[in-house]
């Protein structure tokens, strides 16, 4: 994990391992507080929360998800819990307990706005893909990968999969998307 300056030109090792696997690097809302998942290997094992801070780069455990790291979609920080995306299934973990939030659809990803909203991206059987509470909805291969809300600009930002990588924003006030990349 590196750390970068505004412009992505200077570059210093925030953390390093040999044989470990890392994966799924999120956030507080402030950018103060970094968590990212890791594990001995990619299939069998648990992987361990780690958590560092701006005041101590030394990242320690703080807990660990109970599925194996291979299931894993997706991994994200929000409001003082954390949530993931273990086959289809959304959990949110709060104080220590599960609940799962949805095991209806074909989830791939989740985010969560600062007022507590949470947005699923999946794919119906019909093979549109939507994201809940938020009118974005699309058919074809375009599949959403990775999700992020931006209140303050009131868009939530994805990464989707059509031809390679796409980046792009669905904009609440006027419902349309925007792709950058």
Not at 59 to 76: A, I, T
Not at 100 to 114: E, G, R
Not at 170 to 177: I, Y
Request: with cysteine; proline share 2%; glycine share 8%.
């Amino acid at each position: 994990i590196y750390l970068t300056d505004s412009v992505g030109s200077f570059l210093s090792v925030l953390y390093s391992v040999e044989s470990d696997y890392i994966s799924h690097l999120t956030s507080n809302e402030s950018g103060d507080t970094l968590y990212f998942l890791q594990s001995v290997d990619n299939s069998a094992s648990f992987p361990s929360i780690m958590m560092t801070t701006i005041n101590n780069i030394n990242p320690v455990v703080v807990g660990s998800l109970p599925c194996e790291h291979n299931q894993l979609k997706q991994f994200k920080y929000a409001n003082g819990n954390f949530y993931y995306v273990r086959n289809q299934t959304v959990v949110e973990i709060s104080n220590g307990s599960l609940t799962t939030i949805d095991d209806n659809d074909y989830n791939d990803a989740v985010t969560i706005s600062n007022s507590g909203t949470i947005h699923r991206a999946y794919e119906s059987s019909n093979g549109i893909w939507t994201i809940s509470n938020s009118g974005y909805s699309v058919g074809g291969w375009l599949q959403v990968r990775d999700l992020d809300v931006s209140d303050s600009e009131g868009r939530i930002y994805l990464w989707r999969i059509n031809n390679g990588g796409q980046i792009a924003y669905w904009d609440f006030n006027t419902n349309t998307e925007t792709v950058l990349f």
